[in-house]
């Protein structure tokens, strides 16, 4: 799952390309596979293995806390 914040990639010549042409063959199939592609996977893969800070956790931290530490 991705994390929820601004980011930005970067795309070479070829993708550039490969964008306009389905943008002038409006061409929806092609569009969704350039996405997973192009842009989520280089979104995914460059938030791979990214340290986290332990407040970085869903729920409440005081819950997570009294539940590890009850008898």
Excluded: C
């Amino acid at each position: 799952m991705l994390e929820i914040k601004k980011t930005a990639i970067a795309f070479d010549e070829k993708e550039l390309i490969r964008l306009e042409g389905i943008i002038i063959d409006e061409d929806e199939a092609e569009a969704l596979k350039f996405l997973k592609r192009a842009v989520y996977n280089k979104i995914a893969k460059g938030q791979q293995d990214r340290l986290k800070s332990h407040l970085d956790t869903w729920g409440d931290p005081v819950e997570g806390f009294k539940r590890r530490n009850d008898p």
